[in-house]
């Protein structure tokens, strides 16, 4: 079950015993091994648990720990916690100016459950926030944005492949990125399609701690996302424990009535073996406990297409998502139009997906990615 990206197995099994429900008090630095202080903070870091990992390690006041590694949690979580407060304004600010324009946001992943479901939201830690708007509101939205002095980080956007753009404004000295999503998921049109028919917006609910202007998944909706989320990325790099803490947290929060509804609605859209695989991926490391009501979601099922997100490779991965999106079109001249756009994705995506400079490079990168495609298709067959 420790499928977490480039997790050594010394550093996975400390982490596990300290962060599993009860299992913190119970943990104790190893005195034997190749484990060191410093290389045991850089795994939790990765993994985006440092601040999680002081806090517990806090509780126990640190008892047979090393003081090296104390020390660098400390400073770690401090710094975390102070450019909060500021991340913290600017995302108030940014919600009030979208408002006056008439657009409302949906808060997702990491900064929506670090206001709604951890104690204290640096331990959620994060580089960016993510905000879904309505496609209508893509123009406003980006005329806002650069008004308010953020610049695009990148060009990125491309019909067929990227719903999202990333930007990034000063504040105070730091950075406050954020990546704005006029569809929920990148890994699958048919699957946001499906999730937004189920009025999303309708469903959602405040995030009083960040004002009035905050809103984010409803809870059974939330659950659903993460673990869509942390399949559509599974098969490139396996998963992160950050992704598996909200997995646990998510569930644990439930109510019976929530749990139905989200057994319910993984049904309808096929992604129940995706769920019951993050649920127990999550319980493996953290001990998370299940509703009864969530018992249906476990049985043995067949034929769900988005399982396939969670085969292992990169070149699975892309070979998955790229079936499961021709798959979901209606049309085969919609079908033909993904491949094409695909294959030769506007000039501006291809120097940012490549890291290229300059437009006289692009036949030649155009060529790499058409003989990447082949390669892939060719090593499915």
Same mark, same amino acid.
């Given at each position: 079950?420790?499928?977490?990206?480039?997790?050594?197995?010394?550093?996975?099994?400390?982490?596990?015993?300290?962060?599993?429900?009860?299992?913190?008090?119970?943990?104790?630095?190893?005195?034997?091994?190749?484990?060191?202080?410093?290389?045991?903070?850089?795994?939790? /870091?990765?993994?985006?648990? +440092?601040?999680? &990992? %002081?806090? #517990?390690?806090? =509780?126990?006041?640190?008892? $047979?720990?090393? !003081?090296?590694?104390?020390?660098?949690?400390?400073?770690?979580?401090?710094?975390?916690?102070?450019?909060?407060?500021?991340?913290?304004?600017?995302?108030?600010?940014?919600?009030?100016?979208?408002?006056?324009?008439?657009?409302?946001?949906?808060?997702?992943?990491?900064?929506?459950?670090?206001?709604?479901?951890?104690?204290?939201?640096?331990?959620?830690?994060?580089?960016?926030?993510?905000?879904?708007?309505?496609?209508?509101?893509?123009?406003?939205?980006?005329?806002?944005?650069?008004?308010?002095?953020?610049?695009?980080?990148?060009?990125?956007?491309?019909?067929?492949?990227?719903?999202?753009?990333?930007?990034?404004?000063?504040?105070?000295?730091?950075?406050?990125?954020?990546?704005?999503?006029?569809?929920?998921?990148?890994?699958?049109?048919?699957? /946001?399609?499906?999730?937004? +028919?189920?009025? &999303? %917006?309708? #469903?959602?609910? =405040?995030?009083?701690?960040? $004002?009035?202007? !905050?809103?984010?998944?409803?809870?059974?909706?939330?659950?659903?996302?993460?673990?869509?989320?942390?399949?559509?990325?599974?098969?490139?790099?396996?998963?992160?424990?950050?992704?598996?803490?909200?997995?646990?947290?998510?569930?644990?929060?439930?109510?019976?009535?929530?749990?139905?509804?989200?057994?319910?609605?993984?049904?309808?859209?096929?992604?129940?073996?995706?769920?019951?695989?993050?649920?127990?991926?999550?319980?493996?490391?953290?001990?998370?406990?299940?509703?009864?009501?969530?018992?249906?979601?476990?049985?043995?099922?067949?034929?769900?297409?988005?399982?396939?997100?969670?085969?292992?490779?990169?070149?699975?991965?892309?070979?998955?998502?790229?079936?499961?999106?021709?798959?979901?079109?209606?049309?085969?001249?919609?079908?033909?139009?993904?491949?094409?756009?695909?294959?030769?994705?506007?000039?501006?995506?291809?120097?940012?997906?490549?890291?290229?400079?300059?437009?006289?490079?692009?036949?030649?990168?155009?060529?790499?990615?058409?003989?990447?495609?082949?390669?892939?298709?060719?090593?499915?067959?």
């Amino acid at each position: 079950m420790n499928t977490v990206r480039e997790l050594r197995q010394d550093a996975a099994l400390l982490l596990r015993q300290i962060l599993s429900n009860g299992g913190g008090s119970e943990a104790v630095w190893p005195q034997q091994g190749s484990l060191t202080a410093d290389i045991f903070f850089r795994e939790a /870091s990765a993994q985006g648990m +440092a601040p999680l &990992l %002081f806090r #517990r390690l806090s =509780a126990q006041k640190g008892n $047979g720990w090393p !003081a090296e590694l104390l020390a660098k949690l400390r400073e770690a979580s401090l710094r975390l916690a102070a450019a909060e407060l500021l991340i913290e304004a600017d995302l108030r600010s940014l919600l009030q100016s979208l408002a006056e324009i008439g657009v409302q946001p949906l808060l997702l992943k990491g900064t929506a459950l670090a206001y709604s479901l951890y104690p204290e939201p640096w331990l959620r830690s994060r580089c960016d926030t993510d905000l879904l708007i309505s496609a209508s509101d893509r123009e406003k939205t980006d005329r806002l944005l650069r008004q308010l002095g953020c610049v695009a980080l990148h060009e990125a956007a491309a019909e067929g492949i990227n719903a999202q753009m990333s930007w990034s404004r000063r504040c105070q000295g730091i950075a406050c990125h954020y990546d704005m999503h006029w569809r929920i998921s990148n890994v699958s049109g048919s699957f /946001s399609r499906a999730f937004a +028919a189920g009025s &999303l %917006f309708a #469903r959602a609910v =405040a995030v009083p701690s960040l $004002g009035e202007y !905050a809103r984010t998944l409803s809870a059974a909706d939330a659950l659903l996302f993460a673990c869509f989320h942390r399949a559509g990325h599974f098969s490139h790099s396996g998963d992160r424990l950050i992704w598996l803490y909200d997995l646990h947290l998510l569930c644990q929060s439930l109510t019976g009535e929530e749990a139905a509804a989200f057994c319910g609605q993984a049904e309808e859209l096929e992604i129940s073996t995706l769920c019951a695989d993050g649920l127990k991926a999550a319980a493996f490391w953290f001990g998370t406990a299940f509703p009864a009501e969530l018992t249906p979601l476990f049985k043995e099922r067949s034929g769900e297409g988005f399982a396939a997100l969670l085969r292992h490779g990169r070149q699975a991965g892309i070979k998955s998502h790229a079936l499961l999106e021709l798959k979901g079109l209606p049309t085969w001249r919609e079908r033909l139009l993904f491949v094409w756009r695909n294959l030769f994705p506007p000039a501006q995506y291809m120097l940012w997906r490549y890291g290229a400079k300059r437009k006289a490079e692009l036949p030649l990168l155009y060529a790499k990615r058409l003989a990447e495609s082949i390669l892939i298709v060719l090593k499915g067959l």
